[in-house]
Every structure is written in structure tokens, then in C-alpha cells.
């Protein structure tokens, strides 16, 4: 299994700024998965953190509006920048191992007013 | 491209009764994980029951069990005895390449709410 502590769990933040949340693993892993829950709906992949490379991006988002950095095994960040209201949403950062499920933060819900 | 679709926004269920939710999903692959995974209200991802796709036989955690049919593409969860607890969205999920460990497509959820 794997403990993954993330931060922050809410905040609320003015239109036009950015907010950068983390992600701590108890464990080292390859890939980081990095997803979006907007207001009543589904999960979508935002991207891809494998550690020592640049994040891949799932259609509709770009490295621009969501940096994503990967220093090490065990830790990933994601910014969003220059923020509107349509970014309020629950962002979730998952890693996967082998042959185990899933494992995921304890989300961020981000309000901007 | 692997699509997942829960065809029920909504359902209820009476404490200690028991509910079924739908998932169908489409893929090319032949040997796949296929995983329920339920959120609360704290927002937390919890995995319910995971089912490997080249055993016949149904998973089974606890109240939870799963009716796979892999010819329909079919990966329904049954929960019984509903418990107050049980009261959370649930998202079925298949992992890109079938794999246990890569990127999840959720389907669309379901909310349960369990009432006493």
C-alpha cells in the first residue's frame, strides 16, 4: 500500500493567482497521476509525473495553465495558474504500483473567487 | 479509446437492503483490471473491490460483490446489507492498457444514498 499526504486540503484564492498543491508518498514510486474533480462529476486525468522527465498532458490541459513538477520518487507538485472560478474543483494526486490499486490523496478543494 | 459509463446518476436504498450499481465499459484488451471505488463526503478515493478480468470467478469483498460478465463488458457492484456508512459517490474505473497500475477513466458516478 501506499500513504499519500497532500496539501493543501482547501483554500480559497483570488482570481488571476495561482496555487501550487503537493504531494508526499511514503514510498517511492514511479508514476504520479495528477486529477481533476470539478463540482458533482467524474475524475479526469490531468497528467502524467514520471520523475526525471516532463509531465505528460491528457488532452484539454496544457503545462501553461498546470506545472507540474516531479523531483524525486516521492514527492510531485501541481500549480494552477492564473486562476479563474471555472478552476474551482477537487484536484487529486494517485499513484499507482504494480499489481495494487490505485492510492490517492485526500484531495484539494480549490474555491476562487 | 477505453470508455466507462454508469448509467445511473442516482440511487437509494433502505439500511440493510441491498442495491446494485451499473457499469459498462468498452475496450480491446483481453486481460484488464476493472476496480469500484467509492467517495464520501471527506473526499477521499477508497477502492471498494477490484476484479482481474481473466478470472471467472466474481469478486467478493465483505458485503461487497460484483457480477462480471466479460462478453457484455459488464462490471456491476452489489452491496448488501446497506449500511449509514455505505452513503457515498461510486465511481467505476479501468486502467488505460488493462494494467493494474496505469491512468484510471472513472466512469460518470453514481451517489447512494442509504437511508435509515
Known amino acids: 500500500s501506499a500513504v499519500i499526504s497532500q496539501k493543501p486540503s482547501r483554500d480559497i484564492c483570488q482570481r488571476g493567482t495561482s496555487l501550487t498543491i503537493q504531494c508526499q508518498v511514503d514510498?517511492?514510486?514511479?508514476?504520479m497521476f495528477w486529477y481533476r474533480q470539478q463540482p458533482g462529476q467524474s475524475l479526469t486525468l490531468i497528467a502524467t509525473a514520471n520523475q526525471g522527465s516532463e509531465a505528460t498532458y491528457e488532452s484539454g490541459f496544457v503545462i501553461d495553465k498546470f506545472p507540474i513538477s516531479r523531483p524525486n520518487l516521492t514527492f510531485s507538485t501541481l500549480t494552477v495558474s492564473n486562476m479563474s472560478p471555472e478552476d474551482s474543483s477537487i484536484y487529486l494526486c494517485?499513484?499507482?504500483?504494480?499489481?495494487?490499486?490505485?492510492?490517492f490523496g485526500q484531495g484539494t478543494r480549490l474555491t476562487v473567487v | 479509446a477505453q470508455t466507462v459509463t454508469q448509467s445511473q446518476p442516482e440511487m437509494s436504498v433502505q439500511e440493510a437492503e441491498t442495491v446494485t450499481l451499473s457499469c459498462t465499459y468498452d475496450t480491446s484488451e483481453n486481460n484488464y483490471y476493472l476496480f469500484w471505488y467509492k467517495q464520501p463526503p471527506s473526499r477521499q478515493m477508497i477502492l471498494v473491490i477490484r476484479?482481474?478480468?481473466?478470472?471467472?470467478q466474481n469478486a467478493t469483498e465483505n458485503r461487497f460483490s460484483v457480477n462480471f460478465q466479460k462478453a457484455a463488458k459488464s462490471f456491476s457492484l452489489k452491496i448488501s446489507d446497506s449500511q449509514l456508512g455505505d452513503t457515498a459517490m461510486y465511481f467505476c474505473a479501468f486502467p488505460a492498457g488493462g494494467t493494474s497500475y496505469g491512468k484510471l477513466t472513472f466512469g460518470q458516478g453514481t451517489i447512494l444514498t442509504v437511508h435509515p
Open positions: 476484479q482481474e478480468a481473466y478470472k471467472q
Open positions: 494517485s499513484v499507482h504500483q504494480m499489481n495494487t490499486e490505485a492510492f
Open positions: 514510498s517511492q514510486v514511479t508514476m
